[in-house]
């Protein structure tokens, strides 16, 4: 089921978003059972509206059924068993994914090769594809008591994966199996912790904090030298990871920060966890906290595309706003002969969202000098793969660790 609930794209540890909490006002769904209508809190971490046309159906309703109400935006409230609803989802998803088969020809065949279609629109075609996959996949809900419980046959225990994410809540309410799958797949992700070979222990993500699956851009700051190792601000921590190896380096202090209170708790948490609390804090600030300091590196979003979803956030950097803000704040932060480490992949270049020429010139413009660049290419698995839509993209991606000084000095 991983193939669900999985990023499309795969970034650093940056805030995640911000979300309604359950124990405030929610939209309300409503559908007609039994001849009476009825409703309940509708929720969507993902931030999409309660769907208009709402059906009920159980273990008699076959997958092309299911797959045509989807199709036609009709959600499909379950009352059937859990174990049956979740291999409906896995057959509809076959049907999204599986692919027309039409009769080739020589022609159409030299069509295709010689067809000129631009990276970006292909990205743009490729995300146009996923988000209307999530949203076909996303008609499938579920009911949930107050106390995260589902009233389903076979439905598993969820209470503990619901609460990390939710909170507590007041009412029953309607979310989509789609959903509860990232839910549970994250709450094993907290469980079991992410290992990260520059520590030689394991981070833990929260709900909402992007897991650092992604080793080279951590190995990037585990071995690059260090300008000092009396202060260091981490721009953006998410779980902390990049704090944590900070101060594994050494470095007597940093100060995190992030603007999302779940990536504050999961950072302290990992610190103490880490044992590097005396040496590291989370602490909530728009990029900067006050002050100077000889070391500040970032990890932002990788590719400048809107979000079609708050979840989004973790991998999307509409307009490169988080990057602009932190190359135009950095002179302000940092120490005299001080760094501040950019750690950027050249996906987006790859994709023609954004030109290596742009990038330096928005670093010349904030008053910043490029002292020196140390690269990494990536060893995730759709790297590799050559079916994936992107491969050509990913294939020449390079992460790289930008080490940026004022220009002044």
Not at 55 to 64: E, G, H, K, R
Not at 95 to 109: C, L, V
Not at 354 to 381: C, F, M, N, Y
């Amino acid at each position: 089921m991983q193939q669900l609930v999985s990023a499309e794209l795969t970034s650093g540890p940056i805030p995640q978003k911000s979300v309604t909490p359950m124990n405030e006002p929610h939209p309300v769904i409503s559908w007609t059972e039994a001849d009476e209508t009825r409703s309940a809190n509708w929720h969507s971490e993902a931030g999409t509206p309660p769907p208009k046309r709402v059906v009920i159906a159980d273990d008699t309703l076959s997958a092309d059924s299911a797959y045509r109400l989807a199709c036609e935006g009709t959600a499909i409230l379950w009352r059937g068993d859990f174990q049956n609803a979740r291999q409906l989802l896995l057959a509809i998803a076959r049907r999204i994914d599986r692919k027309p088969q039409p009769k080739a020809t020589k022609t159409a065949k030299a069509a295709k090769t010689v067809e000129n279609i631009s990276t970006a629109d292909a990205f743009n075609k490729h995300r146009l594809a996923q988000s209307q996959r999530a949203r076909t996949l996303g008609m499938l809900l579920l009911p949930f008591e107050a106390d995260f419980s589902v009233p389903l046959r076979r439905a598993p225990d969820v209470r503990q994966a619901c609460l990390e994410a939710y909170g507590q809540v007041t009412s029953p309410f309607v979310a989509s199996m789609r959903e509860l799958l990232g839910l549970i797949g994250a709450h094993e992700w907290h469980r079991k912790g992410v290992e990260i070979a520059a520590l030689s222990e394991r981070i833990h993500p929260h709900y909402g904090v992007f897991a650092p699956t992604r080793s080279e851009y951590i190995d990037l700051v585990a071995n690059a030298p260090l300008p000092s190792t009396e202060l260091a601000f981490d721009i953006g921590t998410g779980t902390g990871v990049l704090a944590a190896v900070l101060a594994r380096r050494g470095v007597a202090q940093i100060i995190a920060t992030d603007n999302e209170p779940r990536a504050l708790v999961c950072a302290n948490e990992n610190f103490k966890r880490l044992r590097v609390n005396k040496q590291a804090s989370a602490v909530q600030a728009d990029l900067f906290p006050p002050g100077r300091a000889p070391l500040i590196v970032c990890n932002p979003p990788w590719v400048p595309a809107r979000p079609s979803s708050p979840l989004e956030h973790a991998i999307y950097d509409p307009e490169s706003r988080m990057l602009h803000g932190f190359l135009n704040g950095l002179a302000e932060h940092l120490a005299p002969r001080g760094e501040g480490w950019l750690i950027l992949s050249d996906l987006a270049e790859h994709l023609g969202l954004r030109s290596r020429e742009a990038l330096q010139g928005w670093i010349e413009s904030a008053g910043l000098k490029v002292l020196g660049r140390i690269d990494a290419k990536p060893t995730h698995p759709k790297a590799a793969d050559d079916a994936d839509a992107l491969h050509l993209a990913r294939a020449a991606e390079v992460t790289s660790l930008w080490r940026l000084g004022m220009a002044s000095l």
